[in-house]
Protein backbone atom coordinates (compact mmCIF):
# COMPACT_ATOMS: atom_id res chain seq x y z
CA UNK A 1 0.00 0.00 0.00
CA UNK A 2 1.15 3.69 -0.80
CA UNK A 3 0.42 6.30 1.40
CA UNK A 4 -0.98 9.14 -0.10
CA UNK A 5 0.59 12.46 0.11
CA UNK A 6 -1.28 16.22 0.54
CA UNK A 7 -1.39 16.29 -3.17
CA UNK A 8 -3.29 13.48 -3.66
CA UNK A 9 -6.58 12.27 -1.81
CA UNK A 10 -6.30 11.56 1.72
CA UNK A 11 -5.89 7.99 2.89
CA UNK A 12 -10.10 7.13 3.89
CA UNK A 13 -8.99 4.70 7.10
CA UNK A 14 -12.21 3.53 7.62
CA UNK A 15 -12.07 1.95 4.14
CA UNK A 16 -9.17 -0.47 5.33
CA UNK A 17 -8.95 -3.24 6.82
CA UNK A 18 -7.10 -4.23 10.31
CA UNK A 19 -4.65 -5.29 7.86
CA UNK A 20 -3.89 -2.67 5.78
CA UNK A 21 -4.28 -0.40 8.58
CA UNK A 22 -1.42 -2.12 10.29
CA UNK A 23 0.31 -1.76 6.86
CA UNK A 24 -0.65 1.79 6.52
CA UNK A 25 1.29 2.60 9.91
CA UNK A 26 4.33 0.17 8.81
CA UNK A 27 4.27 2.65 6.42
CA UNK A 28 4.75 5.96 8.52
CA UNK A 29 7.36 3.83 10.44
CA UNK A 30 5.46 3.40 13.42
CA UNK A 31 5.23 0.70 15.71
CA UNK A 32 2.52 -2.17 15.87
CA UNK A 33 0.77 -1.15 18.64
CA UNK A 34 -0.21 2.30 17.08
CA UNK A 35 -2.17 0.16 14.74
CA UNK A 36 -4.09 -1.29 17.57
CA UNK A 37 -4.67 1.60 18.57
CA UNK A 38 -6.37 3.83 15.74
CA UNK A 39 -8.27 0.87 14.86
CA UNK A 40 -9.80 1.44 18.50
CA UNK A 41 -10.14 4.96 18.09
CA UNK A 42 -12.25 4.31 14.90
CA UNK A 43 -14.17 0.86 16.04
CA UNK A 44 -14.38 0.97 19.63
CA UNK A 45 -15.07 4.13 20.73
CA UNK A 46 -15.82 5.84 17.56
CA UNK A 47 -13.82 8.77 17.47
CA UNK A 48 -13.83 10.59 14.16
CA UNK A 49 -11.48 13.63 14.95
CA UNK A 50 -7.15 13.07 15.36
CA UNK A 51 -7.31 15.31 18.24
CA UNK A 52 -9.73 13.65 19.85
CA UNK A 53 -6.93 10.06 19.32
CA UNK A 54 -5.05 11.53 22.93
CA UNK A 55 -3.28 8.84 23.22
CA UNK A 56 -1.16 9.13 20.21
CA UNK A 57 2.01 11.89 20.42
CA UNK A 58 0.85 15.42 19.26
CA UNK A 59 3.24 15.22 16.08
CA UNK A 60 1.39 11.96 15.19
CA UNK A 61 -1.90 13.48 15.20
CA UNK A 62 -0.54 16.29 12.86
CA UNK A 63 0.47 14.23 10.38
CA UNK A 64 -2.31 12.30 10.08
CA UNK A 65 -4.45 14.86 9.46
CA UNK A 66 -2.25 15.99 6.78
CA UNK A 67 -2.51 12.29 4.97
CA UNK A 68 -5.95 10.57 6.27
CA UNK A 69 -9.30 10.94 6.82
CA UNK A 70 -11.77 9.22 9.10
CA UNK A 71 -15.47 9.93 6.84
CA UNK A 72 -18.55 9.18 8.78
CA UNK A 73 -22.28 8.68 7.73
CA UNK A 74 -24.73 11.06 9.63
CA UNK A 75 -27.78 10.71 11.70
CA UNK A 76 -30.48 12.40 9.36
CA UNK A 77 -34.01 11.75 11.62
CA UNK A 78 -36.11 8.47 13.07
CA UNK A 79 -39.01 6.99 13.94
CA UNK A 80 -40.21 4.87 16.43
CA UNK A 81 -42.96 2.47 16.00
CA UNK A 82 -45.34 1.68 18.69
CA UNK A 83 -44.02 -1.72 19.29
CA UNK A 84 -40.65 -0.34 19.90
CA UNK A 85 -39.20 -0.69 16.61
CA UNK A 86 -36.72 2.14 15.66
CA UNK A 87 -35.75 2.88 11.97
CA UNK A 88 -32.70 5.11 11.48
CA UNK A 89 -31.96 7.27 8.57
CA UNK A 90 -28.26 7.99 7.61
CA UNK A 91 -26.50 10.28 5.29
CA UNK A 92 -23.83 8.99 3.34
CA UNK A 93 -20.82 11.53 2.84
CA UNK A 94 -20.24 11.97 -0.94
CA UNK A 95 -21.02 14.10 -3.77
CA UNK A 96 -24.60 12.52 -4.30
CA UNK A 97 -27.29 12.66 -1.51
CA UNK A 98 -27.37 9.42 -0.95
CA UNK A 99 -29.05 8.00 2.28
CA UNK A 100 -29.52 4.56 4.13
CA UNK A 101 -31.89 3.00 6.61
CA UNK A 102 -31.23 0.39 9.30
CA UNK A 103 -33.70 -0.39 12.02
CA UNK A 104 -33.11 -1.37 15.60
CA UNK A 105 -35.68 -4.33 16.84
CA UNK A 106 -35.43 -4.32 20.62
CA UNK A 107 -36.97 -7.48 22.31
CA UNK A 108 -38.13 -7.00 26.24
CA UNK A 109 -38.22 -9.07 29.42
CA UNK A 110 -41.75 -9.10 31.40
CA UNK A 111 -40.06 -6.68 33.73
CA UNK A 112 -39.31 -4.30 30.77
CA UNK A 113 -35.28 -4.66 30.35
CA UNK A 114 -34.31 -5.08 27.38
CA UNK A 115 -33.32 -8.55 25.92
CA UNK A 116 -32.02 -9.12 22.78
CA UNK A 117 -31.56 -5.45 20.69
CA UNK A 118 -30.98 -6.53 16.94
CA UNK A 119 -30.00 -4.18 14.56
CA UNK A 120 -31.00 -4.61 10.77
CA UNK A 121 -28.36 -2.94 8.56
CA UNK A 122 -28.26 -1.93 4.71
CA UNK A 123 -25.19 -2.77 2.62
CA UNK A 124 -25.77 -0.86 -0.29
CA UNK A 125 -28.29 2.41 -1.57
CA UNK A 126 -30.74 0.63 -3.69
CA UNK A 127 -30.99 -3.09 -4.90
CA UNK A 128 -29.91 -4.60 -8.48
CA UNK A 129 -32.00 -7.55 -7.76
CA UNK A 130 -35.68 -5.51 -8.13
CA UNK A 131 -37.45 -8.10 -6.04
CA UNK A 132 -41.57 -7.41 -7.03
CA UNK A 133 -42.38 -7.15 -3.60
CA UNK A 134 -39.72 -5.50 -2.01
CA UNK A 135 -39.82 -1.48 -1.49
CA UNK A 136 -35.94 -1.20 -1.85
CA UNK A 137 -35.67 -2.94 -5.23
CA UNK A 138 -38.30 -0.54 -6.83
CA UNK A 139 -35.96 2.54 -6.23
CA UNK A 140 -33.17 1.05 -8.32
CA UNK A 141 -29.26 0.54 -7.65
CA UNK A 142 -27.00 3.29 -6.98
CA UNK A 143 -23.79 2.14 -4.83
CA UNK A 144 -22.64 -0.31 -2.66
CA UNK A 145 -21.45 0.74 0.83
CA UNK A 146 -17.81 0.70 2.12
CA UNK A 147 -17.18 -1.28 5.64
CA UNK A 148 -16.72 1.58 7.14
CA UNK A 149 -20.22 2.67 6.65
CA UNK A 150 -21.38 -0.70 7.46
CA UNK A 151 -20.06 -0.21 10.55
CA UNK A 152 -21.12 3.17 11.12
CA UNK A 153 -24.74 1.96 11.45
CA UNK A 154 -24.03 -0.76 13.93
CA UNK A 155 -22.00 2.15 15.90
CA UNK A 156 -24.59 4.61 16.14
CA UNK A 157 -27.04 2.30 17.16
CA UNK A 158 -25.02 0.62 19.97
CA UNK A 159 -23.80 3.72 21.62
CA UNK A 160 -27.59 4.84 21.94
CA UNK A 161 -28.65 1.08 23.33
CA UNK A 162 -26.00 1.82 25.53
CA UNK A 163 -27.57 4.70 26.45
CA UNK A 164 -31.03 3.85 26.41
CA UNK A 165 -31.33 0.49 27.30
CA UNK A 166 -28.05 0.14 29.50
CA UNK A 167 -26.37 -2.58 26.88
CA UNK A 168 -25.04 -2.73 23.24
CA UNK A 169 -26.70 -4.39 20.57
CA UNK A 170 -26.87 -8.09 20.81
CA UNK A 171 -27.46 -9.30 17.17
CA UNK A 172 -26.94 -8.18 13.63
CA UNK A 173 -28.71 -9.41 10.48
CA UNK A 174 -27.73 -7.88 7.23
CA UNK A 175 -31.02 -7.94 5.90
CA UNK A 176 -32.12 -4.03 5.38
CA UNK A 177 -31.61 -1.76 1.36
CA UNK A 178 -29.24 -4.09 -0.94
CA UNK A 179 -28.08 -7.45 -1.65
CA UNK A 180 -25.39 -8.28 1.30
CA UNK A 181 -23.47 -10.52 -1.13
CA UNK A 182 -23.53 -8.14 -4.18
CA UNK A 183 -21.31 -6.08 -1.72
CA UNK A 184 -19.28 -9.10 -0.87
CA UNK A 185 -16.34 -7.97 0.44
CA UNK A 186 -17.21 -4.63 2.47
CA UNK A 187 -20.07 -7.09 3.99
CA UNK A 188 -17.36 -9.57 5.42
CA UNK A 189 -14.71 -6.88 6.11
CA UNK A 190 -17.35 -5.14 8.10
CA UNK A 191 -18.74 -8.41 9.84
CA UNK A 192 -14.71 -9.10 10.66
CA UNK A 193 -14.91 -5.41 12.54
CA UNK A 194 -17.86 -5.85 14.60
CA UNK A 195 -16.28 -9.18 15.56
CA UNK A 196 -13.14 -7.99 16.40
CA UNK A 197 -12.29 -7.56 20.62
CA UNK A 198 -10.57 -4.51 19.16
CA UNK A 199 -13.64 -3.22 18.20
CA UNK A 200 -17.47 -4.07 19.58
CA UNK A 201 -16.56 -7.79 19.89
CA UNK A 202 -19.64 -9.38 19.11
CA UNK A 203 -19.72 -13.00 18.77
CA UNK A 204 -19.93 -14.00 15.14
CA UNK A 205 -22.76 -16.63 15.90
CA UNK A 206 -24.46 -13.85 16.27
CA UNK A 207 -23.90 -12.17 12.84
CA UNK A 208 -26.65 -13.36 10.19
CA UNK A 209 -25.64 -12.68 6.57
CA UNK A 210 -28.93 -12.95 4.42
CA UNK A 211 -29.18 -13.31 0.53
CA UNK A 212 -31.41 -13.91 -2.33
CA UNK A 213 -29.12 -16.70 -3.20
CA UNK A 214 -26.22 -15.23 -4.88
CA UNK A 215 -24.51 -19.23 -5.56
CA UNK A 216 -20.87 -18.19 -6.04
CA UNK A 217 -20.38 -15.46 -3.32
CA UNK A 218 -22.26 -19.19 -0.91
CA UNK A 219 -19.62 -20.88 -2.14
CA UNK A 220 -17.27 -18.64 -0.72
CA UNK A 221 -18.45 -17.61 2.43
CA UNK A 222 -18.04 -21.61 2.86
CA UNK A 223 -14.46 -21.88 1.05
CA UNK A 224 -13.06 -19.05 3.18
CA UNK A 225 -15.01 -20.40 6.38
CA UNK A 226 -16.74 -17.17 7.24
CA UNK A 227 -18.20 -17.66 11.02
CA UNK A 228 -21.02 -15.78 10.48
CA UNK A 229 -24.81 -17.25 9.65
CA UNK A 230 -26.26 -17.79 6.44
CA UNK A 231 -29.76 -16.96 5.77
CA UNK A 232 -31.29 -17.77 2.30
CA UNK A 233 -34.47 -15.17 0.90
CA UNK A 234 -36.36 -18.22 -0.38
CA UNK A 235 -40.03 -17.02 -0.43
CA UNK A 236 -41.27 -19.27 -3.20
CA UNK A 237 -40.63 -23.06 -3.31
CA UNK A 238 -40.55 -23.95 -6.90
CA UNK A 239 -38.90 -22.20 -9.64
CA UNK A 240 -41.73 -20.87 -11.63
CA UNK A 241 -43.32 -18.85 -8.48
CA UNK A 242 -39.67 -18.07 -7.49
CA UNK A 243 -38.96 -16.40 -11.31
CA UNK A 244 -42.22 -14.56 -10.84
CA UNK A 245 -41.33 -12.47 -8.06
CA UNK A 246 -37.38 -12.84 -7.75
CA UNK A 247 -36.20 -12.43 -11.23
CA UNK A 248 -32.59 -13.61 -9.91
CA UNK A 249 -33.93 -17.02 -10.01
CA UNK A 250 -34.05 -16.79 -13.74
CA UNK A 251 -29.99 -17.20 -14.12
CA UNK A 252 -29.43 -18.66 -10.49
CA UNK A 253 -32.71 -21.63 -10.40
CA UNK A 254 -33.14 -23.82 -7.26
CA UNK A 255 -30.78 -26.66 -8.71
CA UNK A 256 -27.93 -24.40 -8.60
CA UNK A 257 -28.68 -23.08 -5.14
CA UNK A 258 -29.61 -26.40 -3.89
CA UNK A 259 -25.76 -27.20 -5.29
CA UNK A 260 -24.21 -24.31 -2.99
CA UNK A 261 -25.87 -24.91 -0.33
CA UNK A 262 -25.07 -28.00 0.47
CA UNK A 263 -21.39 -27.28 -0.57
CA UNK A 264 -21.78 -24.77 2.25
CA UNK A 265 -23.08 -26.66 4.54
CA UNK A 266 -20.78 -29.88 3.45
CA UNK A 267 -17.78 -27.22 4.14
CA UNK A 268 -19.44 -25.70 7.62
CA UNK A 269 -21.90 -27.77 9.03
CA UNK A 270 -23.51 -24.73 10.28
CA UNK A 271 -27.49 -25.19 9.32
CA UNK A 272 -29.41 -22.59 7.12
CA UNK A 273 -32.28 -20.70 7.93
CA UNK A 274 -34.52 -19.95 4.96
CA UNK A 275 -36.88 -16.55 5.10
CA UNK A 276 -39.85 -17.13 3.40
CA UNK A 277 -42.81 -14.16 3.20
CA UNK A 278 -46.23 -15.59 2.56
CA UNK A 279 -48.59 -14.36 0.24
CA UNK A 280 -52.03 -14.76 0.21
CA UNK A 281 -52.95 -17.17 -2.35
CA UNK A 282 -49.79 -16.95 -3.98
CA UNK A 283 -47.29 -19.51 -2.19
CA UNK A 284 -49.17 -20.25 0.96
CA UNK A 285 -51.03 -23.67 -0.05
CA UNK A 286 -50.39 -26.70 1.58
CA UNK A 287 -48.59 -27.62 -1.92
CA UNK A 288 -46.51 -24.70 -1.26
CA UNK A 289 -45.83 -26.18 2.03
CA UNK A 290 -44.76 -29.50 0.50
CA UNK A 291 -42.35 -27.96 -1.98
CA UNK A 292 -40.51 -26.05 1.04
CA UNK A 293 -40.50 -29.26 3.04
CA UNK A 294 -38.60 -30.91 0.45
CA UNK A 295 -35.88 -27.59 0.00
CA UNK A 296 -35.73 -28.21 3.70
CA UNK A 297 -34.57 -31.40 3.21
CA UNK A 298 -31.12 -30.08 1.16
CA UNK A 299 -29.09 -29.77 4.36
CA UNK A 300 -29.99 -29.06 8.15
CA UNK A 301 -32.43 -25.90 8.20
CA UNK A 302 -34.65 -23.80 9.99
CA UNK A 303 -37.71 -22.22 8.11
CA UNK A 304 -39.00 -18.72 9.22
CA UNK A 305 -42.32 -17.19 7.98
CA UNK A 306 -42.69 -13.80 8.22
CA UNK A 307 -45.94 -12.20 7.65
CA UNK A 308 -45.46 -9.74 5.08
CA UNK A 309 -46.14 -6.19 5.43
CA UNK A 310 -48.21 -5.00 2.54
CA UNK A 311 -46.09 -1.95 0.48
CA UNK A 312 -47.75 0.14 -2.00
CA UNK A 313 -47.99 -0.10 -5.55
CA UNK A 314 -47.36 -4.14 -4.80
CA UNK A 315 -49.89 -6.57 -5.43
CA UNK A 316 -49.09 -9.37 -3.07
CA UNK A 317 -50.63 -9.31 0.04
CA UNK A 318 -50.25 -10.86 3.15
CA UNK A 319 -51.10 -14.14 3.61
CA UNK A 320 -54.51 -14.46 5.70
CA UNK A 321 -54.51 -16.30 9.10
CA UNK A 322 -56.40 -19.06 8.14
CA UNK A 323 -53.78 -19.82 5.19
CA UNK A 324 -51.07 -19.62 7.79
CA UNK A 325 -52.18 -21.93 10.12
CA UNK A 326 -52.89 -24.42 7.53
CA UNK A 327 -49.49 -24.09 5.71
CA UNK A 328 -47.82 -24.45 9.47
CA UNK A 329 -49.63 -27.86 9.87
CA UNK A 330 -48.64 -29.29 6.49
CA UNK A 331 -44.76 -27.93 7.88
CA UNK A 332 -45.15 -29.47 11.17
CA UNK A 333 -46.52 -32.59 9.70
CA UNK A 334 -43.07 -33.07 7.95
CA UNK A 335 -40.89 -32.22 10.90
CA UNK A 336 -40.06 -28.63 9.19
CA UNK A 337 -38.50 -26.53 12.15
CA UNK A 338 -40.58 -23.48 11.17
CA UNK A 339 -41.31 -20.25 13.30
CA UNK A 340 -43.88 -17.78 12.88
CA UNK A 341 -42.35 -13.77 12.12
CA UNK A 342 -44.39 -11.34 12.38
CA UNK A 343 -42.85 -8.72 10.85
CA UNK A 344 -41.87 -6.13 13.32
CA UNK A 345 -42.33 -1.86 13.07
CA UNK A 346 -44.74 -2.31 9.81
CA UNK A 347 -46.41 1.08 11.31
CA UNK A 348 -42.93 3.01 10.25
CA UNK A 349 -42.43 0.67 7.32
CA UNK A 350 -39.33 -1.07 8.66
CA UNK A 351 -40.80 -4.19 8.39
CA UNK A 352 -38.81 -6.43 6.04
CA UNK A 353 -39.13 -5.64 2.16
CA UNK A 354 -39.98 -2.00 3.08
CA UNK A 355 -36.95 -0.41 3.37
CA UNK A 356 -37.03 2.67 0.88
CA UNK A 357 -36.07 5.77 2.88
CA UNK A 358 -39.08 7.87 4.16
CA UNK A 359 -37.62 10.90 6.74
CA UNK A 360 -39.21 10.94 10.10
CA UNK A 361 -38.19 12.62 12.75
CA UNK A 362 -35.11 14.17 14.48
CA UNK A 363 -33.39 12.39 17.35
CA UNK A 364 -32.68 15.07 19.42
CA UNK A 365 -30.00 13.17 21.13
FE1 LIG B 1 -32.79 -6.45 -3.33
FE2 LIG B 1 -33.26 -7.97 -1.17
FE3 LIG B 1 -35.10 -6.24 -2.05
FE4 LIG B 1 -34.59 -8.41 -3.51
S1 LIG B 1 -35.45 -8.38 -1.42
S2 LIG B 1 -34.81 -6.32 -4.29
S3 LIG B 1 -32.38 -8.64 -3.16
S4 LIG B 1 -33.10 -5.73 -1.22
Given at each position: ????????????????????????T????LQSFRSDQLFQ??????????????N??????????????????????????????????????????????????????????????????????????????????????????????????????????????????????????????????????????????????????????????????????????????????????????????????????????????????????????????????????????????????????????????????????????????????????????????????????????????????????
Amino acid sequence: MTIQTDTDEKTNLKSLTKEELQEFTEELGLQSFRSDQLFQWLYQKGVHNFDEMTNLSKDLRSRLKEIAKVPTIEYATHQESEDGTMKFLFKLQGEKDHKVEAVLIPDFYEDGAANRLTVCVSSQVGCVFGCSFCATGKMGFFRSLTHGEIVDQVQYIDALCEERFGKGITNIVYMGMGEPLHNYKAVVNSANIITDELSIGLSPKRITVSTVGLTKQIKKLADERQPFNLAISLHAANDEKRDEIMPINNSMGLDKLKEAVQHYYDKLHRPITYEYLLFDEFNDSPEDAQQLADIVQWAPSKVNIIMYNDVAGVALKRAREQRLDAFMQELVSRNVTATVRRSRGDDIDAGCGQLAIKEGQPMGK
